[in-house]
């Protein structure tokens, strides 16, 4: 779409691409923290309407774009409406117990991940119909605006969300008028984050979500360089295969091991087996390099399914380090904020890990420097600074069923 509708050489269209996904994070990050406070303040429900209505709009504009500026403009605007990323982390939160959250939040990331898989085929399938179906072939208006048909399609989906939401969502935010006595005070944002546990927690989910960003911008780039470089030499369809069996043992850690792991142990108990197992999922990729240089194709193949199985495991410390989040809270009314301050935080590293991941790994290449495996030596010390921070994880936020339950128990008797 940027070489085509924004007239770039193919050279430059990574450039572009960057940029606007970028402002979009940056636009996200300057409003997100607002929407929270409103959430806490009016409800998760008129928010959560009101952003995926706007949304709607957005990306309908968006595919009739016809230049750069515009695909800009439009991009920026959806960011405008941010909400619905806060909102229904606090709803799902408060629609879950304790002992049914880690289901809840598997789930949810498994919805979000086919949504990232999903989408951008529908989109390339649904791109400039008037040349790939002979229905749509003397359509004008498609020709001249050859992205409308998915800027449509994705505008329908958020629509429709927003309709659904309004009719048949119940708000989950207690109504302060139903509460015995007078409203507490309301919490800023400075005071919450002085809360005990607070900085910590959000420091770990940043950590995570890091770790995340780097790794997965790195990851295709690391398959398609060539061997003698120090990548795996992958085709584009067979990265596509890899990615597509990592997003699936993805699905099956989060749908089916998380929640049973999470109430077998603990959240922090999981998280902190998720932490070890980053930087030996990183030390695969130069191992699996090595092997490739010595032409041990069966040892290269069996250690690259078993790190891509086990090491999609990790996933799970993106659900850990929100049911961390969740459980720090210091009351309902500051859940929705203390969301959009850790999302306000993983918008700004969005905008400038996968550039700056990327451009790092590029320079091991370009230098040489040890083997070619710069990038994933410093994906892998920041994997161990992880597994120090989390040391620190305050005890509210570990999510011990086990020890709730006694403690109930105990008050009791």
Known sequence: MVERVGHQLP?????????????FSLVQML????YGRIADRLGRKPVLVFSLAGIAVASALFGLSSTLWQMIVFRCLAGLFAGSSVTIRAMLSENSTKATQAKSFGW?????????????????????PASQYSIFQDVRFFEKYPYALPGFVSGAFCLSTAIVSYFCLDETLPSRSSAAGPPPPETTTRELLKAPGIAIVIYIYSHVMLQALAYTAVNPV????????????FSPKLISLALALAGASQAL?????FPYLQRRTSTGTVLRGCCIAWPFMMACYPILNELRRADLQAA?????????FFGSGVAMSFAC??????DVAPSPGTLATLNAV??????????????????LYALGIKGGWLHGQLGWIILIAMAVMLNVSVRWLPERAEGDLHHKIKVVGDEER
């Open 222 to 233: 690391a398959q398609y360089t060539p061997i003698h470089l120090g990548g795996l030499g």
């Open 11 to 23: 050279q430059n269209v990574g450039f572009w691409t960057g940029t606007i996904e970028s402002l």
């Open 300 to 308: 290269f193949w069996t250690l690259g399914a078993v790190c891509t």
């Open 253 to 257: 850690w989060m749908l089916l091991a």
């Open 31 to 34: 409003l997100i923290i607002v």
């Open 321 to 326: 380090v929100q049911l961390c989040l969740n």
């Open 108 to 128: 949810f990331m498994f919805a979000r991940n086919l949504g990232i898989f999903f989408g951008p085929a529908l989109g390339g399938a649904l791109a400039n």
């Open 342 to 359: 850790a999302l306000t935080v993983n918008s700004g590293l969005r905008a400038v890990a996968p550039v700056g991941m990327t451009s």
